[in-house]
């Protein structure tokens, strides 16, 4: 069901941070200035780092539904944390429209047109010093949301928070793939709206599926409506995702995104937000989350992952040594 244009209007730019916050103590981090800054408690305040990816995702939803996902459950986490820690003073940082790789990458297609992409380094590099820079000015905790499933793109992240944490005592906490580590989407809450067995005809939902499509359908109206139309691209397990380049037919999408419905993605994305928020309420309470299952780090050996991200790497130290030898001819 589409939303009036005037409701959609002020979703849209709620998740693009174009207007004022919406709940008492949230900071948006470029409309301070530095003495109201240098206010904030070091303690009690939490600095929000969300990266917004752009890749293609089929031919039905936007190159920005990362994007879009990841600041609406930054946004969802902060209204709960607000509840639940009144005293905090919630520090958005404008979004960083940056991620490693695309599904697109699995087809081998590296350079498609709809995903605009960094080297794993690079992404690791600017997050440790975004990081880095939040925390050299004393603030303790750093929350990283994004929502983007390449593994690099959360191998990035991972290292920059540990590093950053480790090296100047910081929390500095990569929510999303802990709670990739969990499982991208509930199962469970696809299971209430299409039955026992959805998966026998669709496969695992993911990538511009039944989920991602469902979630967009909830969260604007930037759905186009072929998605109605479309046939099914079955994905067995997520072991056969890195073998999708020997097949063909792939057009950056897998499952059945004909039975995406907006009730559906709110249920997934509220999923996510109450699960994000577990996470959060860890952190804060000064629990080890080192025990904890984090994405990409899960999972049986796939040796077909391992050849993808090998091949990737391959690129990426290509394209370092370019750079290099053309900065030494300068």
Same mark, same amino acid.
């Given at each position: ?28 981090? *470029? ?180 989920? *991602? ?118």
């Amino acid at each position: 069901m589409r939303k009036s244009w005037l409701t959609t209007s002020m979703v849209l730019l709620v998740i693009c941070g174009c207007t004022s916050p919406t709940t008492d103590g949230v900071l948006r981090l *470029e409309e301070l200035t530095y003495p109201e800054i240098d206010a904030i408690d070091r303690e009690q305040s939490i600095f929000f780092l969300t990266f917004g990816n752009l890749e293609e995702h089929g031919p039905h939803i936007p190159v920005g539904s990362d994007y879009y996902m990841a600041v609406a459950v930054r946004d969802g986490l902060i209204e709960r944390l607000k509840a639940s820690y009144p005293d905090y003073d919630m520090v958005v940082v404008p979004v960083i429209p940056l991620g490693e790789g695309g599904a697109n990458d699995l087809a081998r297609d590296f350079e498609h047109v709809g995903t605009f992409a960094l080297r794993y380094e690079t992404l690791r590099d600017v997050t440790i010093d975004m990081g880095a820079s939040i925390a050299n000015k004393g603030f303790q905790n750093i929350f990283l949301i994004h929502a983007h499933g390449a593994p690099l793109h959360s191998v990035a992240f991972n290292e920059a928070s540990a590093f950053v944490s480790e090296r100047y005592g910081v929390r500095m906490v990569n929510i999303s793939s802990l709670i990739f580590g969990q499982g991208f989407f509930s199962d469970d809450v696809v299971t209430q709206h299409l039955g026992e067995g959805w998966q026998d005809e669709t496969g695992i939902t993911g990538h511009s599926g039944i989920a *991602e499509t469902s979630i967009n359908l909830y969260l604007h109206d930037l759905v186009d409506s072929i998605y109605t139309e479309l046939e099914p691209f079955v994905v067995a397990d997520f072991g056969e995702v890195f073998r999708i380049h020997e097949r063909t037919g792939f057009q950056g999408y897998w499952s059945d995104p004909s039975q995406a419905s907006a009730a559906i993605g709110e249920d997934l994305y509220n999923d996510f937000v109450e699960r994000s928020f577990r996470i959060a309420e860890l952190t804060l309470s000064g629990e080890d989350l080192s025990g904890l299952p984090l994405y990409p780090n899960v999972g049986p050996p796939n040796p077909a992952a391992d050849a993808y991200l090998s091949e990737v790497l391959g690129r990426y130290s290509a394209q370092e040594a370019e750079i290099e030898a053309w900065l030494r001819e300068q």
